[in-house]
T-cell receptor
Framework: KAGVTQTPRYLIKTRGQQVTLSCSPI?????VSWYQQTPGQGLQFLFE???????NKGNFPGRFSGRQFSNSRSEMNVSTLELGDSALYLC???????????????FGPGTRLLVL | ELKVEQNPLFLSMQEGKNYTIYCNYS?????LYWYRQDPGKSLESLFV?????AVKQEGRLMASLDTKARLSTLHITAAVHDLSATYFC?????????????FGKGTSLLVTP
């Protein structure tokens, strides 16, 4: 079974630009979550999508947005990039949560974004 | 606000030794996760702990959960170099039946000969 894939793997942008990152979940997984990882703040939850609807959202400004398509693929967008947005952006997919079952989130390789 | 605290943040240990990583969290959660991250790589799931008293073991790693104390431990037995990595615990805030993992800062483990 193919894992979570993310594109692009590396990206360099300048301040003020916008960027779109893409994530393809594991086949059959309908939940897709996004996380930002930086040396200073660590791993922080951005948002989660399920069946094309945002189900959970972290404490990030409105510049960070996302969406999910009918095939469960997801994109996240960051507008008006700031230097502090430089990070590794990780996407994770999950099977449906069932009470008492040990589902987990499966992470993709990440997109490393550098903002200059 | 949920806080997830790991300690130690850095750990250098000799091969063959035992050690424990601690993960404290500040609010009720029904799930706790342990992940491993190698340098420049993504996160690999190690354990999912669902209930009080849960204990899981895989090779030289054993994780446990005490929901009353809001504490999870990751015990390393007879460490080997291949275990060198950063280990994260994460607590799942139950929101709308979905996922919203709150991670600790991670424990960077270096196993030396």
């Amino acid at each position: 079974k193919a894992g979570v894939t993310q594109t692009p793997r590396y990206l360099i942008k300048t301040r003020g630009q916008q960027v779109t990152l893409s994530c393809s979940p594991i086949s059959g997984h309908r939940s897709v979550s996004w996380y930002q990882q930086t040396p200073g703040q660590g791993l922080q939850f951005l948002f989660e999508y399920f069946s094309e609807t945002q189900r959970n959202k972290g404490n990030f400004p409105g510049r960070f947005s996302g969406r999910q398509f009918s095939n469960s693929r997801s994109e996240m967008n960051v507008s008006t990039l700031e230097l502090g947005d430089s990070a590794l952006y990780l996407c994770a997919s999950s099977p449906p949560r069932l009470a008492g079952y040990q589902e987990t989130q499966y992470f993709g390789p990440g997109t490393r974004l550098l903002v200059l | 606000e949920l806080k997830v605290e790991q300690n130690p943040l850095f750990l250098s240990m000799q091969e063959g030794k035992n050690y424990t990583i601690y993960c404290n969290y500040s609010t009720t959660s029904d799930r706790l996760y342990w992940y491993r991250q190698d340098p420049g790589k993504s996160l690999e799931s190690l354990f999912v702990l669902l209930s009080n008293g849960a204990v899981k073991q895989e090779g030289r790693l054993m994780a446990s959960l005490d929901t009353k104390a809001r504490l999870s431990t990751l015990h390393i037995t007879a460490a080997v170099h291949d275990l060198s990595a950063t280990y994260f615990c994460a607590v799942d805030i139950r929101r709308n039946s979905g996922y919203a993992l709150n991670f600790g800062k991670g424990t960077s483990l270096l196993v030396t000969p």
